[in-house]
């Protein structure tokens, strides 16, 4: 078990050490390790045994803790580690409820999270348009001083006048509860003291893993009764169809001061890949393979990857590793760039909007979750999500210059008609209705 274990683990351990945090993912697979490879813990001050005979009581013979004891340093705390789950009530603190209030329940973040950043920015459109808003964190081990926590989001996420709290208790009656993820959603259901309970979905969670505990436990977030405010139309239907969600989607857009064409300057053709293989859902992978073809195609090009340092695998092709690269660089190494290879097996990061808005034709794969904002010979390049047929499309932009340039002038145009402002006012509009219909309270 252990050598297979191993061997299965090793590459994504790999990523998970270099990655530099610990995701939903990596506490899934710590929990398997543990429990699959952990040993009975040595008897204190006695002998070792000399034979599986002599070897005293079984794990299964041991006596039990007391529910309310902590877990051995040694053992993996699966209560612990779902304490949302079995939650009771969370009442609201003492005070009055203030018309159009929002008290938003954030998961732990870490700079520099794409999610966290479009949850900071809708808080700050809404306030904009009159709904005050508070940030809760629960559970934080990180952050443990809500100045220091507010501090972080108004430096490196978005400015904001929401006030920050550590832990629920101090969460008063609001007008909207909103869940920002699916461990957030069991807190949301459980409070107590809103009038309506939403849900800001940015991707179908339950794909992040396997068919697991996390699994189930992501997807009867759906089934809890929830209004959704979808990132797209895919999440809308799908939550819709499939779960019987009221969902109002909002559409993206991207930075406009930031993210515009620039001069393409002499040099190699060059590919970019977003490289991001911490997050399994970005097909590092799959885009590898594909661009190992491309490489045995065009040899004269050159790869530029960004997303992640990717010194610890064997690519077998030139390329330049950027990691993660500062902002203020993305829009210049787009634009000098002839095609982006950008695959989203879950729902679109707002990554190929940035790159088509700086001037460089996006290739991305095929599927619902893509295609509700790319589209194939208009503002991308589609392709099944297979090595052979990612790589016919990059190879086809580079050598097709006619269809390079459609597709250049396709981006752009359907980048500049996009706007932050015009889906904030969208999801407002959608807060209006909703505080018409009767109330959570109520039920």
């Known amino acids: ?13 790999l990523r998970v050490a270099h990655a530099g945090f610990a995701d939903a993912t990596w506490h899934a697979l710590r929990r398997l390790l543990d429990r699959a490879l952990r040993r009975p813990p040595p008897v204190p001050d006695a002998p070792e045994p000399e034979s599986e005979l002599d070897a005293g009581p079984t794990r299964e013979s041991a006596p039990v803790a007391a529910e309310d004891s902590p877990a051995p340093a040694d053992q993996c705390d699966i209560l612990a580690s779902y304490r949302m789950v079995s939650a009771g009530s969370v009442d609201p603190a003492p005070g009055p409820l203030v018309p159009r209030s929002m008290n938003w329940i954030v998961p732990a973040f870490s700079l520099g999270s794409g999610g966290h950043l479009n949850i900071f920015r809708m808080i700050a459109m809404l306030e904009s348009r009159g709904y005050p808003c508070r940030i809760f964190l629960p559970e934080q081990a990180q952050l443990t001083d809500a100045a220091h926590a507010r501090e972080l989001i108004n430096t490196h996420f978005v400015p904001l006048a929401a006030e920050v709290g550590i832990g629920l208790d101090a969460m008063p009656c609001c007008e909207f509860v909103v869940a920002t993820g699916w461990d957030t959603a069991y807190w949301a259901k459980a409070f107590t003291g809103a009038r309506h309970r939403l849900y800001f979905v940015q991707d179908f969670e339950p794909y992040f893993y396997s068919r697991s505990s996390e699994y189930a436990l992501a997807e009867h977030t759906y089934r809890m009764g929830f209004v959704g405010l979808t990132a797209g139309g895919w999440l809308a239907e799908k939550l819709r169809t499939r779960y019987g969600m009221t969902t109002h989607a909002f559409g993206f857009s991207f930075d406009k001061d930031r993210y515009r064409p620039q001069p393409r300057l002499p040099g190699p053709r060059r590919v970019f890949f977003y490289a991001r293989h911490v997050t399994p859902r970005r097909g590092f992978d799959l885009g590898l393979l594909a661009l190992e073809r491309v490489h045995r195609r065009c040899p004269d090009v050159e790869f530029v990857l960004a997303g992640w340092d990717c010194s610890a695998f064997a690519i077998p092709f030139p390329y330049r590793d950027m990691g993660v690269a500062p902002l203020d660089e993305l829009p210049g190494l787009y634009a000098q760039c002839d095609v982006a290879l950008v695959l989203s097996l879950t729902n679109l990061s707002l990554l190929p909007l940035e790159v088509m808005a700086c001037g ?38 580079l050598e097709d210059a006619d269809l390079r340039a459609r597709l250049i002038e396709g981006g752009l145009g359907f980048a500049a008609a996009t706007d932050w402002e015009v889906e904030g ?10 505080a018409a219909t009767p109330d959570a309270l109520d039920d």
């Open 425 to 434: 006012q969208r999801v407002a509009e959608r807060l209006q209705s909703i």
């Open 360 to 397: 460089c034709p996006v290739v991305s794969n095929r599927g619902p979750n893509v295609e509700w904002l790319l589209r194939d010979g208009e503002n991308a390049s589609l392709a099944d999500p297979t090595p052979d047929a990612l790589a016919a499309a990059v190879i086809a932009v």
């Open 1 to 13: 078990m252990w050598k297979t274990l191993d061997r299965y683990s090793r590459s994504y351990a």
